[in-house]
């Protein structure tokens, strides 16, 4: 403390308010304070202070990467400034109508829609605690079959850490097959039980991996899911699909933790359930399809449907 202080929170957005707090009994002989960040968050003192507290501060502005000198010439002036290259990827990871575009490119505050799964400072908070997760229980992993011109995926995950997100483009069912049973033998411990590989059987791509991955079946235990199969609880879920959406949803919230990957979270940001017929008083839930997604995001949501798969809850129902 003294005559005069000056703060200075970075990405002050994910900052708690119990440190703002404490800061104050330091500000008694004036402070000047500068808040900065990706506005992620629409509770806390950086988003008080564009609005609730916006007359106590003397600036509040919200600064758009597109007004990167960078982007306004047309070639880079500043390294490390964003780019019309980087916006254009970004928009292609996230869609230009996401919310995640809005707030890490636009800098403006999330406005989720009803139905939101999970919010961007979950999946934030779930990407920062990848690092320092441990992998510890029994390694499960998630396939998404996809050889109709979007990247199959692969996440195994061990309790609540997915330990990575791989994309696996140009191969075959039988391919496929061969490369998951290697992650499994590579990733499986001394004297652990079998591996389990859980995988969305449904269309012929997946009757396809079905035969492909039952002659490793002597390594891994294996367990088909078809999403459009009915839900476990059909009181609250349209499809099986639905069901595995909200499962994932409910393990990251409990503390889970992912690698980060910008189409992941895209992916993740479209995730947003609508009752099924609100005129027919039918409100369970139901999320896009990856044909509805596809139309809107530009691809199938494999990233996002491979970890629903690796979090899956296989104890009782399924193949």
Known sequence: SGAKVFHLFDEASGIPMLFF???????????????TGN??????????????????????????????PNVRAGRKLIEGLATKEWIDERAGDWGRDSTVFRARVLGQFPRYEPGQLLR????????????RAKLEGRLQIGVDVAFTGDDASVAPRRGMK??????????????????????ARDMRRPHE????????????????????????EDEIEIVAVWGNAKPKDER??????????????????????????????????????RPVNKDKHDYRH????????????????????????????VSDGDG
């Open 21 to 35: 707090e404490a800061m104050k009994g330091n500000e008694a002989g004036g402070v000047t304070r500068i808040l």
């Open 39 to 68: 506005p992620l968050h629409t509770s806390g003192e950086q988003y008080d202070a564009h609005h609730s507290k916006r007359k106590q501060y003397t600036f509040v502005a919200e600064l758009s990467a597109e007004q990167s």
């Open 120 to 131: 961007m400072d979950e999946v934030a908070a779930a990407f920062e605690r990848w690092e």
């Open 162 to 183: 997915i330990d990575s997100i791989i994309d696996v483009n140009g191969i075959d069912a039988d391919g496929l097959a061969v490369h998951v049973a290697g992650m």
């Open 193 to 216: 039980r079998k591996p389990l590989v859980v995988y969305d059987a449904q269309g012929k791509a997946g009757a396809d991996f079905s035969r492909a991955i039952r002659q490793f």
């Open 236 to 273: 609250r879920y349209l499809m099986r699909r639905d069901e595995l959406a909200y499962g994932f949803a409910a393990w990251v919230k409990r503390g889970g933790a992912m690698p980060p990957n910008s189409k992941l979270e895209g992916e993740i940001g479209k995730t947003i359930s």
């Open 286 to 313: 139901r999320i896009p399809s990856n044909d509805e997604l596809r139309s809107t995001l530009g691809r199938s949501p494999d990233r996002r449907n491979a970890c629903e798969l690796a979090c899956a809850d």
